[in-house]
């Protein structure tokens, strides 16, 4: 069966420095989703995207973050600089169509020291 | 924007009990409501989802339940077993506005034999 698949599995970074966090959606998927999780805490929204276009952001997906699709499979969430507080899992979805089930990649988890 | 609130936080079962875990939302617009199963370090995985348009949906030993006039909606587990110790979120949508799925604190099952 198909998955979405994210790398790395595991990033380390320091503060201040960019990361790019990569998925691959599942192929004839059109809608690909970043969302993040805190240690122990929810699942939160950050961004949606389809057509070449960002369809949705939470409050979250502020100036320091963006999104591309650089080439027919990646989908790349940037983040400019990073802070502390970015620690987090960051799970990338994808779905068919905008009224789908959204699938999860298993994670990147993002250490900022 | 829309609010999910998600009870238990924990909840732990004898090998063979129910499980009931419950949602409430605050936007009456949102009509898709999924539910996802956590294992430790793993992906988010969809185990069950339920429309506006229906109030009840069975998978086996899982059905989910949807009250629109309350604005609430359950999860429930019967016969359970080791390996449904599990977080399990709920999430709700409104699929015609937006694409982001909005999650619950989630509720960490364990169920012990």
């Known amino acids: 069966e198909p998955e979405v698949t994210q790398t790395p599995s595991h990033q380390v970074t320091q503060m201040g420095q960019e990361v790019i966090l990569r998925c691959v959606p599942i192929s004839n998927h059109l809608y690909f989703y970043w969302y993040r999780q805190i240690l122990g805490q929810k699942v939160e929204f950050l961004v949606s995207?389809?057509?070449?276009?960002?369809?949705?952001k939470s409050e979250i997906f502020d100036d320091q973050f963006s999104v591309e699709r650089p080439d027919g499979s990646n989908f790349t969430l940037k983040i400019r600089s990073t802070k502390l507080e970015d620690s987090a899992m960051y799970f990338c979805a994808s779905s068919v169509l905008l009224r789908d089930t959204q699938y999860f990649g298993p994670g990147t988890r993002l250490t900022v020291l | 924007g829309e609010n999910v609130e998600q009870h238990p936080s924990t909840l732990s079962v004898q090998e063979g009990d129910s499980a009931v875990i419950k949602c409430t939302y605050s936007?009456?617009?949102?009509?898709?409501f999924p539910w996802y199963k956590q294992e430790l370090g793993k992906r988010p995985q969809l185990i069950i989802d339920i429309r506006s348009n229906v109030g009840e949906k069975k998978d086996q030993r899982i059905a989910v339940t949807l009250n629109k006039t309350a604005k609430h909606f359950s999860l429930h587990i019967t016969e359970t077993q080791p390996e449904d110790s599990a977080v399990y979120f709920c999430?709700?949508?409104?699929?015609?506005?937006?694409?982001?799925?909005?999650f619950g604190k989630g509720t960490t099952l364990s169920v012990s034999s």
């Open positions: 995207f389809y057509n070449n276009e960002i369809s949705e």
């Open positions: 999430a709700a949508s409104n699929n015609q506005a937006g694409t982001a799925l909005i």
């Open positions: 936007d009456s617009a949102s009509n898709y």
